[in-house]
């Protein structure tokens, strides 16, 4: 069974870093299509982040020059290293796996709160 497990969610204060991880129970990991989305109360989830299998990344333009996404293969593990956080990044965050088949998959989120 797959399983996508985020993790590193929490409270912060506005100006502050927070990591996510997202560990994936995948065969032939480095093939998929990692993403972060996120969703905050009364809004439509949307993209936050992805990362190629070959490492190529894209960002939504509200998290550019702060939000950094990484995978680790070996580890089986996508994270999302988030700088300088504002309080409208508040939401759900889910990460995303998305196979070249086209086969999708979905964590089952992490809260990040920022407020003082």
Known sequence: QVRLVESGG????PGGSLRLSCAASLSMFSVYAMGWYRQAPGKQRESVAAITSGGSKNYTDSVKGR?????????????????????EDTAVYYCNAR??????????GT??????
């Open 10 to 13: 929490g409270l912060v204060q």
């Open 67 to 87: 939000f950094i996404i990484s995978r680790d293969n070996a580890k089986n593990t996508v994270y999302l290293q988030m700088n300088s956080v504002k309080p």
């Open 99 to 108: 196979a070249p088949w086209g086969k999708e998959f979905w964590g089952q």
């Open 111 to 116: 809260q990040v709160t920022v407020s003082s």
